[in-house]
């Protein structure tokens, strides 16, 4: 688990050890990576990248009995993930209507591809033209946004196959947001091109903004958003905000990726007035 994480968020821990897991905060003593980053800086917070790096190592040192699988900066885990966006047009039938614009947040991109993709394939089939495409990124990880287009790894040490990806290089060591699950420095293969080509468009928030975003939703809607999903939360608001400007009626989508109930010390620093900005 992500070092910093595994100290802001120990619900998700306890959760996890519940289960049965052993939970080791990356980087750690435990791979000869991780002791590198260690031996770099003793109080390292680590990154995505770094843990993607130990969990690889352990698996290869492990004689064959352990596997790895990365997780949402593959193609084929975005594909996995469109049967929400499957179930999303179906749903949208029902009503006979259809989105206007589908946002969602982007961390490896799994969410936000899963859910639009399906309604992707239909514009790029000429089937729709209408609908426009938002992924949403922290300003403090802002890979589609200001990344580099070019090949490099899903992981630090370079051990993964090299990905053509918008990337703010491998060895990126993002802020510590609340927002975990957007801090990598990369983004899939096939939502990178879509976002080269034209097709979705991307834009930053800081984490201040983020939360606002899901104080006001939690209050509205009686459900807590996690931080990840704040960011859609407020890109969504910001689009139903310039449609009460221009008096236009849009029908605007969003992934509700995740429940910020294991998140409440990002809440709690928003309301005593601690959170950090970083951008
Ligand atoms: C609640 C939540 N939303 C979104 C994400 C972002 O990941 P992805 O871009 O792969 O959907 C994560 C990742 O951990 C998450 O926990």
């Known amino acids: 688990m992500v070092g910093i994480s595994f100290n802001q968020k120990p619900y998700r821990r306890i959760i996890m050890e519940l289960y049965g897991a052993d939970v080791v905060s990356s980087p750690s003593e435990r791979t000869d990576f991780g002791k590198k980053m260690l031996e770099q800086d003793p109080d390292h917070p680590g990154s995505l990248g770094i843990a993607i790096s130990e969990a690889i190592e352990t698996a290869v040192k492990s004689g064959g009995t352990t596997k790895y699988s990365l997780g949402s900066v593959l193609n084929h885990v975005l594909l996995h993930q469109t049967i929400v966006g499957q179930e999303v047009l179906l749903q949208f039938e029902k009503i006979d209507t259809k989105p206007d614009v589908m946002i969602g947040c982007v961390g490896g991109g ?8 399906p309604a992707m394939g239909r514009k790029l089939r000429g089937e729709d033209d209408g609908t426009r495409f938002i992924g949403v990124e922290p300003a403090s990880c802002p890979t589609l946004t200001k990344g580099e287009y070019k090949y490099d790894f899903g992981d630090t040490a370079g051990m993964t196959p090299l990905l053509m990806m918008y990337t703010l290089g491998h060895d990126f060591v993002p802020s ?22 034209g097709y979705t468009e991307a834009v930053t928030y800081d984490q201040v903004q983020t939360f606002e975003a899901g104080k006001l939703f939690s209050k509205t809607e009686g459900l807590v958003p996690a931080p ?51 951008v």
Do not use: Q, W
């Open 228 to 278: 990840e999903t704040c960011h859609a939360i407020k890109a969504a608001i910001d689009e139903a905000r310039k449609c009460k400007e221009t008096g236009e009626e849009k029908v605007i989508a969003f992934n509700f990726s995740g429940h910020g109930l294991l998140d409440l010390k990002g809440y709690g620093d928003l309301l005593e007035g601690k959170l950090v900005k970083y």
């Open 110 to 117: 799994s969410n936000y591809a899963g859910f639009m993709y």
């Open 176 to 197: 510590p947001i609340h927002a975990g699950g957007l801090r990598y420095h990369g983004d899939a293969p096939s939502l990178c091109l879509l976002k080269k080509l």
